[in-house]
């Protein structure tokens, strides 16, 4: 049979999947259970020693992008490169490849990609369970303080 490593590989290389939470919620391996929640809630710079196959890698770059477009509005290739830890051909490419989760107008010339509408967006932290890896720049509290502060700007 399958060891619960290779398993939770092919989930992770599973290009339709991109949501982790409840797998890494349900794990008790704590090698697996780092490696759900960094591909919950981390990013390229989260993998320290961390073995990825190819295609998780892949995963992860893409997961690193969708966090970068939802902090920024206008994405430049640099960042996606240095922060995706990405070669520059498969920016755009990448960025072509998460349409459904944002639509991104591509300027090649300016080097920025800029982000018009967000379809969907990554798993949120929301302190279901210790983290060990990851130290979330976005977790259900930041999202709400802002959206707080965005309402009480709206409503002045």
């Known amino acids: 049979g399958k060891g619960p490593m290779t398993?939770?590989?092919?989930?992770?290389?599973?290009?339709?999947?991109?949501?982790?939470?409840?797998?890494?919620?349900?794990?008790t391996n704590t090698n697996i259970a780092r490696l759900l929640e960094?591909?919950?809630f981390g990013e390229m710079k989260d993998v320290g020693s961390i073995a990825l196959t190819p295609l998780m890698r892949e995963k992860l770059q893409k997961l690193t992008i969708i966090?970068?477009?939802?902090?920024?509005?206008?994405?430049?290739?640099?960042?996606i490169e240095s922060q995706a830890q990405l070669d520059e051909l498969l920016v755009e490419p990448y960025l072509m490849q998460l349409?459904?989760?944002?639509?991104?107008k591509l300027d090649p010339v300016r080097r920025v990609a800029v982000i018009l509408h967000w379809h969907d967006c990554r798993d949120v932290y929301?302190?279901?369970?210790?983290?060990?890896?990851?130290?979330?720049?976005?977790?259900?509290l930041t999202l709400r303080s802002s959206l707080v502060e965005w309402q009480s700007l709206l409503n002045k």
């Open 38 to 40: 960094l591909f919950s």
């Open 67 to 79: 966090s970068l477009s939802e902090k920024y509005r206008e994405l430049p290739y640099d960042l």
């Open 7 to 27: 398993a939770v590989n092919e989930e992770l290389e599973d290009p339709e999947r991109c949501y982790y939470t409840d797998l890494w919620l349900q794990e």
């Open 126 to 140: 929301n302190g279901e369970k210790p983290l060990q890896l990851v130290n979330p720049t976005v977790t259900a």
């Open 99 to 104: 349409r459904h989760f944002f639509q991104a």
